[in-house]
């Protein structure tokens, strides 16, 4: 009952910046927790930002300082601002929320997004 939108990746050159955005939509209680994973190629899908129901935020050490997770929760949506880019921060960005379908905590399930490619040149 819930769906996962991500728009906003592309290529960029170093130094660049981009904002991906996640919309979650259809029918639920309440999303909880939301997050950016990222899949760079040839590699395991790796954490790169967390943001909890009450704004609070961490992130791998690869993107800390760098990058930025928030989200405006009337919307259901969660953004990742990413300055100041790196080839290796090239990869396909997957969103991902915890959401509830009913006012059960134990309803939670975990949702994701099909992706969008970042793409940084040198």
């Known amino acids: 009952q819930v769906q996962l939108v991500e728009s906003g990746g592309g290529l960029v050159q170093a130094g660049g910046s981009l904002r991906l955005s996640c919309v979650a939509s259809g029918i639920f209680f309440r999303i909880n927790d939301m997050a950016w994973y990222r899949r760079p190629p040839g590699k395991q899908r790796e954490l790169a930002a967390t943001i909890t129901s009450d704004g609070s935020t961490n992130y791998a050490d690869s993107v800390k300082g760098r990058f930025t997770i928030s989200r405006d929760s009337g919307k259901n949506t969660v953004y990742l601002q990413m300055n100041s880019l790196k080839p290796e921060d090239t990869a396909v960005y997957y969103c991902?929320?915890?959401?509830?379908?009913?006012?059960?905590?134990?309803?939670?399930?975990?949702?994701w997004g099909q992706g969008t490619q970042v793409t940084v040149s040198s």
């Open positions: 991902n929320a915890r959401g509830q379908t009913t006012t059960r905590k134990l309803s939670e399930n975990t949702y």
